[in-house]
């Protein structure tokens, strides 16, 4: 006889997954994938980080092995504050910071010292699917805003913040993810002095700020409401996913609570990579190398937004991003995006449908598109296989 | 003006931590620490960790570094299934076992998987530390059921699980933390049987369960109640805790929630270590390394229970482990733990109060003492201060 079990409420919260899904087809060789979300395996520096491995397991292999403390290795959360200080201006210093399994565990801790259950959280729509399966086991109510391509729409985002006074504000402003929208200055300035009027506390996951294609950081709404913002950023796709280390940025007091949160969940984040990757970043130029990662994004790009205007059916637009790893393509209304993503399945290529990105139903008019992880020759390959979808669909 | 943070109900609930204290102290060179539970560093094999990730970093380096399945990495799953068949007679395959970051947190996502706020959770009393923190956030109810050498109070643990009905009953029946107590095979049964009649899942935590003096692995509860059971390990204790690397094992539909669980909370444990990890497994023979690490904590056990017993007051009792890491010491009435802690600081040897151990109350008459960090001759010198420390406080 199956045993039956009494699992906890929260786990019906828990949202269809497509992650697991999409992790599978992106193993598939066949397969050409813009689905995923992988920066591409060729702008990882596995040679340095092979030389930081040895010199870390060498000369401090004991230590690296060891237990250690939650809030982080010092000297990579020195690291990471100096480069806020360098390239964003923010007063940034080690105590600010704690080091994180990649910047998805900040999703389950910030929701987890700021959410009860039926507390509003506020989100883009588009979101985040990884932030919508993070924060659902937390039974929120969600409030979606529109976002635009400059950013959320100012009307929509006044009244979640005046009425539904949400705990939590989740944004991806640099490069979003799914659309690949970037705030403007002006929408950027309209966010900050929403929030201040509230007390809710604006969550910002920069991701993808470091991957602009023209090199030049944007200012992070944080600046503007240092009290009432907790920044996250990830080595991931920096450097390398598979280390998972990314780190939250906040007050003092928000990060005390971050702490014992973190260390219930996990004690600490694994060591040896947080000394690997310290030791592999005090030895290399990671501006060159994210220079030359973001301009090879931006060539990829390119050629998939000149791809779909040239091969897919006028009667599909896409966003064109300043930077990061994808971008959204919106379908005529005879196509519906999960169609798109079976087909393509049969044709060999894989799109990611919008639907698990809107918390408040939608999304079968887009799909995700990664231009990270394919090579230029690739995307070209994958569009065509996509046309042959969409005439097939009976795209016009 | 100090913004005012409107933290969730269940950060309240976080109990007063010690580990961070702990982990400060074991840092002061001064200081010899039995309040830490660190394996001893000299037994981590950092040589065979260094080839392994060079070899790894060489040959699948793209890999090791890139994003990987929530699941963990299968080699390193098939190894643990193979050595549970192998070792314990358990019919586990990789579909059963789950990778996470060190069984810590095992303590999270099993009780966020089970537990509503005002749920039961049964407890060893005292238990282990970790397991309150981490549960204590999903506003459970604790029951503690005491724990004697041989195992829980059979009495009090049939009330505890017909009358309290708790989703979880928490329990280390190998060389526990704190205490050093192993279940004796009659309280393994009993422990089984009650549970069998209830709908109680039993969560086994076998962090120590390698590190028996005798070498002789004992049967898992869970090998006897397969469906109302998990069972967490960790190779922190028996390789390396820095690269944070353990695991879940348990039927198959709470594997699959677990898994969701996992997702939402770090997509997945950081690759690199779990792949150096199982080439280290493929090329190392572990056995032989646990033989000689639970032999040296024999005999540091050893020296630990002969220098309590002829060095400190003879109102101090303690227990003896069968392996493990951790005894616990009974004070005298006239002496309280936290007077010792205290007291040992400045006398430059720490050693753990009882009371962060206990979810009702009591355990000032206790101190945890570790005996896997400190080599013998700090287990002496250690034993010479705790005896200058009882004078001072007047043990008889």
Known sequence: MEHSYRFADRMRRAPESFLGTLFAVSRDPEILSFAGGLPGSRFIDTEGIARAAEEVLEHEGQEALQYSTTDGYRPLREYIAERYRKRLGLPATPENIQIVNGSQQCLDLVAKIFVNPGDGIGMESPGYLGAIEAFSLYEPVFHGVPLGEEGPDPERFAAVIRDARPGLFYAIPNSQNPSGATYSTESRRMVAETIEESDTIFYEDDAFGELF???????????????????????????????RIGWIYGPEPVIGQFNVAKQAADLHSNHLCQMVLSRYLAGHDLDAHIRRVSDAYAGQCSVMCDEIDDLLPPGVSHTRPQGGMFLVARLPPEISASRVFEEGIREKVAVLPGTPFFVDGGGDDLIRLNFSSPTEEEIKEGMRRLARVFRRLGGS
């Open 213 to 243: 294609f023209d090199h030049r950081p944007r200012p992070p709404v944080s600046a503007l409401i240092p009290e009432q913002s907790v920044l996250s950023g990830s080595f991931s796709k920096t450097v390398a996913p598979g280390m």
